[in-house]
């Protein structure tokens, strides 16, 4: 079952990898198919969980961006308002 995320403002998977869970089995996945040998079926296969995987390292990223500018805004002006005390 998924779950909204409305921080993410996506719906979040209760078994979604970390980043770093998400980056080594990406790398995993490329490895395999760089390496050949798998029949055109796997090779989809693997594409697409490969996409998969790399959409979900690109939201950590992009979490990790808002967060980082959220907290360099805070330090230069000390009255702004964090992205956590938003009213919804």
Known sequence: MSVADPKVG?????????YEQAREELT??????????LTLEQ??????????????CE??????????????ARRSDPTAASPDDAPF
């Open 28 to 37: 995993e996945v490329v490895r395999r198919l760089e390496t050949g040998g």
């Open 43 to 56: 090779s989809i296969e693997l594409w697409e969980r490969g996409e998969k995987l790399a959409a979900i």
């Open 59 to 72: 939201e950590w990223l992009q979490g990790a961006r808002v967060k980082l500018a959220a907290a360099m």
């Open 10 to 18: 996506r719906v979040a998977d209760e078994k979604a990898p970390s």
